[in-house]
């Protein structure tokens, strides 16, 4: 089943965020075309006024091979851009874990809502990004089934949703486990013991919500 996930990036993770952050008054949200040739991240809108300084830092930048203005409506232009010989790591983390960009906007740093068409493309990103050493945090998870993300607004700690959302991806509530609370410890950079009560207590809360709610309204 499809899922999608709402995170934020530092901008230095990714090429267009590294080229455009380079005006405290130019805010950039990603066109939500996906392109026939199969680009990333060809389109971009910026928000703000001193385009023509803002044009003439991403022209500049090496790995910008050309920077077209598509369109222009009012304090905001829609740009095309060729990139260069170089992507970056997060492009192409996204682009082999088949993530769709349902939607990112920002300068620094970025908030970026992905799509995987299962768990597996998750998991995927997820390793990847641990095994480039890129950050993100992780805001919200949801299925596409469950509609609207409020739905998993579960009153967790990111910590703890960070260490769910691994233990889960991971194989860890799989019966046979597919991994272990000191492998998903190392995921996370923290000790086995900070592992185990993260998920232990992040669990315990979502069980609580999920089946209590859920039997007092059957008796309701």
Known sequence: MAVVVELTIDSESFDLGRVTAVSNGIHIELERVVPTGGEVMPFFWAHGTDFEAFERAVRHNRIVDDLTAVARIEDRVLYKVNWGGTTSSLTRILTDSEATILEAHGNDPWLFRLRFNDHTGLTEFHNRCQDEEIEFHVERIYTLAEGEPGVYNFDITNEQQEALVTAVSE??????????????????????????????????????????????????
């Open 171 to 220: 194989g860890y509530f799989k019966v046979p486990r597919q991994t272990t609370l000191n492998e998903v410890a190392d995921r996370l950079g923290i000790s086995p013991q900070a592992a185990s009560e993260r998920v232990r207590r992040g669990a315990d809360t979502v069980l609580r919500k999920v089946l209590l709610s859920q039997s007092a309204s059957d008796f309701s």
